[in-house]
């Protein structure tokens, strides 16, 4: 499963490996794929290695993607630094997550509530997806959009707060 993921990742990057994006993908898989390693003490090696790795791509390319986070496959980071993603959201396959893209909770009183991206969504750069959101399938989110409430499916969201201003024609790419 990690290395079948890696290659999703890499195909949906153009094969580029040097991409900071690729790069916090694969740290990204790599801590999701210690925590299957058992006994419990030889993950103890992993998790060392997986904190650095980790602490380095947060330093470096400014993204924050915890290994806790549900992400499908083929997600691309567009460009790097200031893309923080809670860990408790749920990323569907094949988004795209531009730089500055917060996806996170809306209020400490709910520390766990999270959003959930559906497939095939495009997150224009700077956007704010804040709460227990639900983004449909195919949905596009503009720049510096701040959402929310729920985006339905092949929607375009725009604006602070965030409006649906159009539905897309339903032309399923990629599926």
């Known amino acids: 499963m990690f290395f079948s993921n890696i290659r999703d990742d890499r195909k949906a990057n153009n094969k580029a490996i040097n991409l900071a994006g690729f790069r916090a993908l694969t740290v990204y898989r790599f801590g999701r794929w210690r925590m299957s390693v058992q006994p419990r003490f030889l993950r103890a090696g992993l998790s060392l290695i997986y904190r650095m790795m980790e602490k380095h ?14 992400l499908g496959k083929g997600v691309v980071f567009e460009h790097q630094h200031g893309i923080v993603i809670h860990g408790n959201a749920k990323i569907g396959n094949g988004c795209i997550i531009r730089q500055g893209v917060t996806i996170g909770n809306k209020s400490l009183d709910l520390p766990f509530d999270a959003p959930v991206i559906g ?40 604006g602070i707060p965030a409006k649906v201003i159009k539905i897309k024609s339903e032309v399923r790419i990629n599926e």
């Open 57 to 70: 791509v947060r330093f470096k390319y400014g993204i924050e993607l915890p290994y806790t986070v549900q």
């Open 119 to 158: 497939n095939y969504v495009n997150i224009g750069a700077g956007a704010k997806i804040l709460g227990k959101v639900t983004i449909g399938h195919h949905a596009s989110i503009g720049a510096n959009a701040v959402v929310t409430h729920d985006i339905p499916d092949y929607a375009v969201a725009v």
